[in-house]
């Protein structure tokens, strides 16, 4: 353990962060969808925002105006966002069924992330590791890395899961599933 390696186990701070890491490690935090934001992330965007609308100079009733404003104009932001999605589609960026498929189903913005994670996966080495009847499980290594990532499949209901945790953490599947998914030749998206 940490505390024992450098000697520091008799540090009460410590022990109790050291207690609370679940709380402050993103590694715990993988499985909360945060649309793939860390906490200093939303922190320093937010606090970018607000320092154009408020002030520290501000009584009680101009800040409420102010902020208020804010969220007025975050939501205007959202809806010109939303109706751009609406009009346009972006086409995918390759001729690909997958593609295809989520192009009709996603806004642009979300279509670009699934777009690069799509050309990672080609940069992925394929193992199979486990087939049992319709159950697949694959260890994924990125060309080039040491690490990898374990992809479990199941053909019978569509689940699939990869350690790496990106579809729960960012809403979008990773390149080991979609390497995974590409490899069985299926053109969808699970549902």
């Known amino acids: 353990m940490v505390l024992e390696r450098y000697n520091v186990k008799d540090k009460d701070w410590l022990v109790r962060t050291f207690k609370l890491r679940e709380k402050w490690a993103l590694v715990y935090g993988r499985d909360i969808f945060c649309t793939n934001m860390t906490t200093t992330q939303r922190s320093e965007s937010m606090n970018n925002v607000l320092k154009h609308y408020v ?10 105006q102010n902020f208020e404003r804010l969220v007025d104009n975050r939501r205007y932001e959202e809806v010109k ?36 994670e799509f050309s990672k996966a080609y940069n992925c080495v394929m193992e199979i590791r486990l ?16 690490f990898h990532h374990t992809v479990k499949y199941d053909s019978s209901n569509d689940p699939v899961s990869c ?29």
């Open 163 to 191: 350690s790496c945790k990106k579809f729960e953490f960012a809403g979008i599947l990773c390149s080991h599933v979609l390497k995974v998914l590409s490899s069985r030749n299926i053109g969808k998206i699970p549902s």
């Open 55 to 64: 002030s520290y100079q501000h009584n009680m009733l101009r800040f409420l």
């Open 81 to 116: 966002v939303d109706f751009r999605a609406t009009q346009c589609k972006l086409p995918p960026s390759l001729p690909i069924e997958i593609l295809n498929h989520d192009a009709s189903i996603y806004t642009p913005a979300i279509l670009k992330m699934f777009q690069f």
């Open 131 to 146: 087939e049992h009847e319709t159950k697949t499980t694959c260890k994924l290594t990125p060309n080039g890395k040491r």
